[in-house]
């Protein structure tokens, strides 16, 4: 079973500033997924990636296969990014999720 | 298609009731998806199904939770005899998956579960 690990669980930071959050595997994966969920419960899917870097907006999903590791980037981060970004690792059969990070963006 | 519903948002339940979730997918997908999140975790995986198939069940926490999904589209979870330790957020989702192609899931809001 494949563990995913996020850091940092907390994060707290002023607005503006460029976020980054960390996952790591410990096996191969066939899809690392990040999600962002609000108070209240509902995810969103962010990204989902098998190489290299992907891009929307302020954020950017980059993954080191080799490594077995990736990164959630914010740019120029706002309250209302404010939220848990969630790393997850799997293909259509399910996921296996890290713990989360949870984001506070202050004005 | 307004993405994936659950129903109830909240349930309260006394231990020992049994309770009973229902999650509508995106009707073009053809896979569906039970998590289970307890609070500052994150969700675990319980169950799937491909239509109507359920092909992965073994990882529901206990006899006590069972899923259908009798016509391939909606699909119920239900929790037999209820305990104080189900108390949680079940989640549902949604994918379109097939030989080659997946296209990454889509998440419902959640169904909170307190069992007093």
């Known amino acids: 079973k494949n563990e995913v690990e996020q850091s940092p669980q907390n994060l707290t930071a002023q607005e503006g500033e460029f976020i980054t959050i960390n996952c790591s595997y410990s096996v191969g994966i066939s899809a690392l997924h990040w999600l962002q969920q609000h108070p209240g419960g509902g995810i969103v899917s962010l990204f989902m990636l098998s190489s290299g870097k992907k891009k929307h907006g302020r954020l950017i999903a980059t993954i080191n296969i080799q490594e077995k590791h990736s990164s959630l980037h914010i740019t120029a981060s706002h309250p209302r990014d404010s939220a848990v970004y969630i790393c997850?690792?799997?293909?259509?059969?399910?996921?296996?999720f890290g713990k989360g990070t949870h984001l506070i963006i202050q004005p | 298609d307004t993405g994936v519903s659950q129903d109830p948002r909240h349930k309260i339940t006394k231990r020992g009731q049994n309770v009973t979730f229902r999650c509508d997918p995106i009707s073009e997908h053809n896979r569906l998806y039970w998590y289970r999140q307890t609070l500052g975790q994150g969700p675990e995986f319980l169950t799937y199904?491909?239509?109507?198939?359920?092909?992965?069940k073994s990882r529901l926490l206990s006899d006590r939770f069972s899923a259908e999904r009798p016509k391939g589209s909606f699909s119920t979870l239900e929790i037999q005899r209820t305990e104080q330790g189900d108390s949680a957020m079940y989640l549902c989702?949604?994918?379109?998956?097939?030989?080659?192609?997946?296209?990454?899931?889509?998440f419902g809001s959640g169904t909170r579960l307190t069992v007093v």
């Open positions: 989702a949604s994918s379109l998956a097939g030989t080659g192609h997946f296209y990454g899931y889509t």
């Open positions: 199904f491909q239509n109507e198939a359920q092909l992965e």
């Open positions: 997850a690792e799997g293909g259509a059969d399910g996921l296996t």
